[in-house]
């Protein structure tokens, strides 16, 4: 029973971690590139998740049939990851790329106002008249989606620990996505522009890099990123609202900055930090004390470990 | 004495006809409800139900027009109220004498800022959400709670909604009624939702049942899967959370069903709304939800509430949510006093809503009490149905005098507000 | 040479003749006072992202422990009821002894770490706030708060004028200190940190004690404005009301400003507050709704436009000032320089001048 409980809050904590890190590398992709934190990011994670409720709903699909939801899946991820990655693109484009030349904080209000403009984009999305919104006469309120991948307990329905096909949709998805962006980014000629484009812009661009190219196709994969990652927390936890880029932005950051800002790996290990100390401090301690706990733990290992994780332990570029 | 100044305001009203079809001024009523952000959805109900009880009277009492103006308490930044613009709410409406009436606040921390000024100008205030116990009743909040909120030392501040000690209460019978003997409580770590936990947890244990633990959640976070398996395991037969549909209640229930969690789950009424059932998904709610209600469903009203229904059926072509009847019901009690005001200011409209005796009202037939509570005692609860809200039983006429909560009201020390 | 005026002298000015012009209308004056306690906090975190460069996310945090002090130490249901100035300079003292306590293990984080550091004190407050309800009062919020009394007379909560020039006059009072003190050694020292914590180090300026002098101070005077706040309101509110958004929008009022710049800051705080409780209240008005029925399409309440329009502005202001509406060096004689961009964002500038 005690092992029951405690395999069960690794599960639930493992999941929660890697959709963190999902939304996370997207974070840490843009900082890494432009040392901008992108208040915007977890703002576009819910638009994201409004085009996939939306394309539901246009479909008329609204519970597991068989086979055929695996493609209704798979048709969610590519259109919200097109969608997040055109519309991340295109605000890189506007609000960043103008003011890329005038210092960090005026990017990151420029950042917040975008932030504001998504939330409010949200909120009116929400008061489409389609069904999949109630006809849109509760705007504000969170949206159901529909329960797609079932919850059935793969353990069999007696085992007090479950494991659910959805646990295995976010490891599935989630896992072979980030060995594809370490591959793109420590492999291919894109990847290494980025990196060159990080350490050194003006180098970068002697050396013949288009780094606003180079920056806006960070953009394009973080954005896309955002949109995978929002089809698999729409397809978790069900619930979809204009206010929860707030929180899933603010657990991204935190994971990428606990790992070491910049550091894919160093995202994905403080996002599994993250899910797991969530999981564990609501089963074993007070659910009311979880944040505290979080951020406790976070200032620590920063005190510790002063560039995050895996972060390098390269003193700040003079 | 209500009948004779509603004799002399009717008096009046036919020699002001008679002699001239011109206008006697303008009487302004406002609202203040959090207009942006989550809590629109509500909010949005009760306008409806305000602006109906004022196209009701065509606008107009005793030649006066009525003009009516939607404030909002929220600001952009925090999608929520904001403390800062519910003062001011009360400010503009203190400097505005043309204002005799402020519906508001919808959230009761909000209704703890501007109670006080407005008290102090002696305009009256009627609530169609706040159910805090601390703001009228004393001996059930702070010790210096509800004399902080009345300066003045008169009662100025009304309200439509049974309180917290009585919905909280019923919850309790209702869930021990059902044979449960372990219950998880959950609540929001909000003024509504803890408040209504705790007298939940209170009245389970006074009821027998053991109370395996009280957890405050937090409300922006993604899912509870992880304390939903912890309920599952404590092997509770029952779980109430105190909350609302934007303090993520949808997403407690629907975490507490999906880790498997069969017990009956409790809410109060702030889930009482279609976006509640919306955000949880009527699945999850099929058979053992429950949600209290501070009153009747639209749909089991009789008389004046049927009339409501039909109406706003009519003007708003939809379904009016179980919060529209709250403001409707602030609007028109206001109204009629207007209506019975000796003077159409401030203090003669104060006058006349501190005696509104046997309201006729959509809720039933009520009247405000000393500490300017409703009478209206009956509650509801509610199962969730094909989607919709279904009425269960009627509840709570009894569970009063079983809680042993309620103070007699009574009489009000002057309060010196302006002690240190 | 005197090309201008001192932009802080019109500020003060303007402020100081602006209620001779406007009747007592509420509205104007709860504007202007929330713009008064909000420049005030904006002056604190000026001191420590604009003079200093270390970029705090968390200031609500240090507002809320003003305000909760200031009840504490004020309302008569706690034992102390040590009266309005004597809280009012409490909760300074305790606003420095916090910022002392959180920046002393974290203020040798670079940057952005810093800054998450910060972001999370803000979450702890608040979770302490909410769940430590024997001290607290979790989300009751603590009320009532005493008044000012000078000299036998009390400034009641709705003399609204009065509360206004008080206000007015602390900010001043706030707004010399900070002057005098960026002037002085320690300020002089906190802008060589900001520009070049290396260098300065090498001139003997020890970064981190440094750091902490300005992190304290600024704590101290953002926990002053947010006891100014709660006695404002007479109330602390919800620990709700000191979240993340508030942190965003002091932040916003100094950048928007001007980074570094005092009048920056004044005439931040007068654009970003004035624009929530000024225009987005009378923009609502204006397009308000006053037809029946209409409430059911998210698009015609004005209210649901007003993120939109925030977000605009603020895009807007950035793109057009970006060094802000009054940046440092049009401030008068100041030696302070408007902040150097980060290292690597020179090279994304020369870059845009090459392009």
Known sequence: MELDFFLQQLITGLSNGMIIALIAIGYTMVYGIIELINFAHGDLFMLGSFLALTILGALGIDAWTGGSTWFGVLLLLFCSAVFCAGLNWTIERVAYRPLRASGKLSLLVSAIGASFILVNLGLFWGGLPMEVFAGGVAAAAPKDFPPLVPNTNLLGEDSLVQVTPKDLLVVGVTLPLMVGLTWIVTRTRLGKAMRATAQNPIAARLMGIDTDRVIGATFLLGGALGGFASVIYALYNNTISFQMGYRAGMDAFTAAVLGGIGSMPGAVAGALVIGLVRAMSDGYLETRWTNTIVFGILVLILIFRPSGLLGSRAKEKV | MTTLSTIVAACVSLVIAASSSAQNGTIKIVSSLPRTGSANAQTGTIVNGIKMAIAEVGGKIDGYEIAYEDWDDASPQRGNWDPTVEAQNANKAVTDATIVGYIGTFNSGAAKISMPELNRAGLVMISPANTYSGLTKPGLGEANEPAIYRPSGKISYFRVVPTDDLQGAVAAEFVAASGAKRVFVLHDRELYGKGIAEVFERRAKELGMDVVAVEGIDTKAANYKSLAQKVKFSKSDAAFFGGTTQTNAGQVAKDLRSAGFAGMLVVPDGCCEEAFIQAAGAKNLEGNTFVTFGGLPPAQLTGRGAQFRDGYRKMYNADPEAYAVYGYECGRVLLDAIRRAATKDRAGVLQAVAQTKDFDGALGTWSFDANGDTTNRVMSINAVKDGKFVFVKRAGDTAVEGAGKVSAGGSVAPADAQAR | MRPRMNPILIFFAVAAALPMFFGATGLFYDAFQSIFVFALVGLGLNI????????????????????????????????????????????????????????????????????????????????????????????????????????????????????????????????????????????????????????????????????????????????????????????????????????????????????????????????????????????????????????????????????????????????????????????????????????????????????
């Open chain 3, 48 to 355: 420590i992202t604009g003079f200093t460069g270390m970029l705090n996310l968390g200031m609500a945090a240090f507002m809320a422990i003003g305000a909760y002090a200031f009840a504490i130490l004020t309302c008569d249901i706690y034992p102390f009821q040590v009266g309005f100035w004597s809280g009012l300079l409490l909760s300074g003292f305790i606003g420095a002894l916090a910022g002392f306590l959180i920046g002393a293990p974290t203020l040798g984080l670079s940057g952005d770490y810093l800054a998450i550091v910060t972001m999370g004190f803000g979450e702890i407050t608040l979770d302490v706030l909410k769940n430590l309800e024997a001290i607290t009062k979790g989300t009751q919020g603590i009320n009532p708060l005493p008044r000012p009394t000078i000299g036998g007379w009390t400034i009641e909560l709705q003399d609204e004028r009065s509360w206004y020039y008080l206000l007015l006059l602390i900010l001043g009072v706030a707004v010399l200190f900070v002057r005098r003190l960026e002037r002085s050694r320690t300020g002089r020292a906190w802008l060589s940190i900001r520009e070049d914590a290396l260098a300065s180090q090498c001139m003997g300026i020890p970064p981190k004690r440094t750091r902490m002098i300005a992190f304290a101070t600024g704590s101290a005077v953002a926990a002053v404005g947010g006891a100014l706040f709660a006695a404002l309101l007479s109330s602390t509110g919800e620990p709700n009301s000191y979240d993340f958004q508030v942190s965003i929008l002091v932040l916003c009022i100094i950048i928007v400003g001007g980074m570094g710049s005092v009048a920056g800051t004044l005439v931040g705080a007068a654009v970003m507050v004035g624009m929530n409780a000024i225009v987005l209240v009378k923009l609502a008005d204006l397009f308000g709704s006053r037809e029946q029925g209409a409430s059911s399409n998210v698009l015609a309440s004005p209210n649901n436009w007003k993120f939109l329009i925030f977000g605009l502005a603020l895009i807007l202001v950035v793109r057009v000032k970006p060094e802000g509406l009054v940046p440092p060096r049009l401030e008068g004689e100041s030696g302070a320089q408007p902040p150097a961009p980060p290292k690597s964002q020179s090279g994304a500038a020369a870059q845009g001048a090459g392009a």
